[in-house]
C-alpha cells in the first residue's frame, strides 16, 4: 500500500522513490514570500523557481500561502505538510522528458477569511521581503472597499490593508518597503495593480506619510509567467504516476518543459529576486513588453479563440483537438496568418513566427492534459483581452475581416448559447451534453438567446457593449459573416462546418 505524501516520510523516499526530494534544512530557512493564490500556476511557476533556488542556496526563503477560497484547500495542504510533487511531461527531439520534484518552498498556507490576523502579523516579519498573486483577470480591479475588514473584499484591499500593516509595524522605514508581483495577464499588471491600491489609499483616508511611503519604497512590478499547467491531472494519469512514485498525493501537478517568469526591473530588483540566478526561465529587464505581446496574443489568444470551437467539435483537451487535422489546420492558419501578423507591437516577423512554432509544438504535447472547459472560464473577458486587441489591428492593417478570427467569434456566441437555469448555474448544450457556462456574462448570453433567434440574435449580441467594451454591430460586413457561421455550425455538426469553413477559406 502506497504512503501518503507529507515531511516523515521524505527519508524514505529519498533512498527508494524517482522523485527528487529537498534537503531537511529547506524547512528552516524563513519566510520571505507572501503568495496570494495557491492554484497550479503559481505553484508550477514561481513556487518552482523560488523551489529551485533554495535548493542551490541562494534565495533562501519560504512562501506564506494567502487562500481566498474555502478552507476545505488549507486542510489539503495541511494533511501534505505544504508539500507537493511537480512533474514535468514533454517531448524534446522525439524523446520524452520526465522529471518529478517533491516542492517545499511553501512553509504554511493561510485563510484570508478565518485567518486574516495571521496574515496581518505576517507584516510584522522584517524578513518578508515579496509579495506574488495571480487573481485572474478579474482580480485586479477598483472596488470600493473598506481595508480594516477582515479581510477586505477585494484583492487590492487585501494588499493595501497589508502595505499599511507593514507601514505601521516598521515606522514607515525606507528598509521596509516590498516588492509586489503580480502575474495576473493584463497588460502593465503592477502598475494597473499600484494605481488602484493608492487610489484606494486615498478613499480609504490614509495618511499622507503613509502614501508617500507606499509610492517611493514599494514597488510594483509588472510581470509575465509562461507555462502550460493544466491542472491537477485526472485519476488515470495520477494513479500511473503514483505507482512509479510509491506515495499518493492529492496536490500533484504536471506542467510542460517551458517556463518562462519575465519580470519588469532594474539592477536593484534583480538583486533582491536573487531566485533569478537559479534557472534562466527567469528574466529580469526593463522592459518586457514583448515577451508579454507575443504570449498574450499567440499563445493565450490562440487558445481563448479556439476554445468554443475545439468544445463544439468534441474536444475535451488542447493535444487531443491537435491531432486532428481541421482543427490543427484551423489554428496554424489562425496564429500564422492573423494573430502573427496583427499584433499591436512592434517585432520582427522572424521572431513571431519562431515563436508561433514553438507555441503550436507545445500544444501538440500530449502530457499536457490541458482542458478546453478550464481555458473557456471567465470566456467574455479573455475575449476582450486576448483577441479583440488582434482583429481591431487586422482589420486596420489589411482593410478586411480576418476570416478565421471571426468564425472563432461565431463559435464563441454558440458556446455561449445558454439554454437552461438551474439556481445560480447557467448550461448550454453541446449535442446531448449540457455544460456549465462559468462567465459572469452568462446571464445576459441567456437572456438574448432566450428572447432572440437567429439571425437577429446575432446582431444583438455584437451589439452588446457589456460584452465587448463596444459595439461590434457597428463593423461593416460583421454582423452578416458571424451570422453565416453560426448557422453554419448550427445547421451542421461542427466539424464538418468546419471543414466547410477551410475549403472556402482564403488561407489554405
Request: charged share 20%; net charge negative; with cysteine.
Amino acid at each position: 500500500m502506497k504512503s501518503h505524501l507529507f515531511r516523515e516520510n521524505l527519508r524514505c523516499l529519498r533512498k527508494h522513490s524517482p522523485v527528487e526530494v529537498a534537503d531537511d534544512s529547506i524547512f528552516h530557512l524563513p519566510e520571505k514570500v507572501l503568495q496570494f493564490g495557491a492554484g497550479v500556476l503559481l505553484r508550477g511557476l514561481p513556487d518552482f523557481f523560488i523551489d529551485k533556488a533554495n535548493r542551490q542556496g541562494i534565495f533562501n526563503g519560504r512562501i506564506v500561502v494567502v487562500k481566498t477560497t474555502s478552507p476545505g484547500d488549507i486542510r489539503s495542504f495541511e494533511k501534505q505538510d505544504n508539500l507537493y510533487t511537480i512533474c514535468t511531461r514533454d517531448l524534446a527531439d522525439g524523446k520524452t522528458i520526465e522529471e518529478n520534484i517533491i516542492s517545499s518552498a511553501i512553509s504554511r498556507v493561510l485563510s484570508a477569511k478565518s485567518q486574516w490576523s495571521l496574515v496581518l502579523d505576517l507584516a510584522k516579519n522584517p524578513n518578508i521581503a515579496v509579495i506574488i498573486s495571480n487573481a485572474t483577470e478579474l482580480g485586479i480591479k477598483l472596488v470600493q472597499d473598506d481595508i480594516y475588514q477582515w479581510p477586505p473584499v477585494s484583492f487590492p484591499g487585501k494588499i493595501l490593508a497589508f502595505l499599511y500593516a507593514r507601514y505601521v509595524s516598521f515606522g514607515g522605514s525606507t528598509d521596509s518597503g516590498l516588492i509586489i508581483l503580480p502575474t495576473e495577464l493584463i497588460p502593465n499588471n503592477g502598475a494597473r495593480l499600484e494605481a488602484i491600491v493608492m487610489e484606494l489609499a486615498h478613499r480609504n483616508g490614509l495618511e499622507s506619510a503613509f502614501i508617500d511611503w507606499l509610492e517611493k519604497h514599494n514597488d510594483f512590478c509588472n510581470s509575465l509567467v509562461d507555462r502550460i499547467v493544466p491542472g491537477l491531472p485526472d485519476e488515470t494519469v495520477k494513479n500511473e504516476i503514483e505507482s512509479v512514485l510509491g506515495y499518493t498525493d492529492d496536490l500533484m501537478i504536471v506542467t510542460e518543459k517551458y517556463r518562462l517568469w519575465a519580470i519588469e526591473g532594474d539592477e536593484r530588483i534583480r538583486q533582491k529576486l536573487s531566485f533569478e540566478q537559479a534557472d534562466s526561465g527567469v528574466v529580469i529587464q526593463p522592459d518586457i513588453e514583448v515577451f508579454r505581446e507575443l504570449k498574450l496574443y499567440l499563445l493565450n489568444g490562440a487558445h481563448t479563440a479556439g476554445a468554443a470551437l475545439a468544445y463544439l467539435c468534441g474536444f475535451q483537451t488542447v493535444s487531443e483537438a491537435m491531432e486532428n487535422t481541421s482543427f490543427s489546420t484551423f489554428l496554424v492558419h489562425l496564429m500564422e496568418d492573423e494573430i502573427a501578423i496583427a499584433i499591436p507591437y512592434p517585432v520582427e516577423r522572424s521572431v513571431v513566427l519562431n515563436f508561433t512554432q514553438m507555441v503550436l509544438d507545445r500544444f501538440r504535447n500530449p502530457f499536457m492534459e490541458h482542458k478546453w472547459s478550464s481555458i473557456a472560464q471567465n470566456y467574455s473577458a479573455k475575449i476582450e483581452a486576448r483577441v479583440l486587441p488582434v482583429f481591431f489591428q487586422y482589420l486596420e492593417k489589411q482593410k478586411v475581416l480576418p476570416e478565421y478570427t471571426t468564425f472563432a467569434i461565431a463559435a464563441y456566441l454558440l458556446f455561449m448559447k445558454v439554454v437552461r437555469k438551474n439556481g445560480d448555474g447557467y448550461f448550454a448544450k453541446s449535442g446531448d451534453t449540457f455544460y456549465q457556462i462559468q462567465d459572469p456574462q452568462a446571464p445576459l448570453f441567456y437572456q438574448y438567446w432566450q428572447t432572440g433567434k437567429l439571425p437577429g440574435v446575432v446582431g444583438s449580441l455584437l451589439g452588446e457593449q457589456a460584452i465587448w467594451g463596444q459595439n461590434l454591430g457597428r463593423i461593416e460586413g460583421l454582423t452578416r459573416q458571424v451570422t453565416s457561421h453560426v448557422e453554419l455550425l448550427t445547421n451542421k455538426d461542427p466539424l464538418e462546418a468546419l471543414a466547410t469553413f477551410l475549403s472556402k477559406a482564403e488561407y489554405v
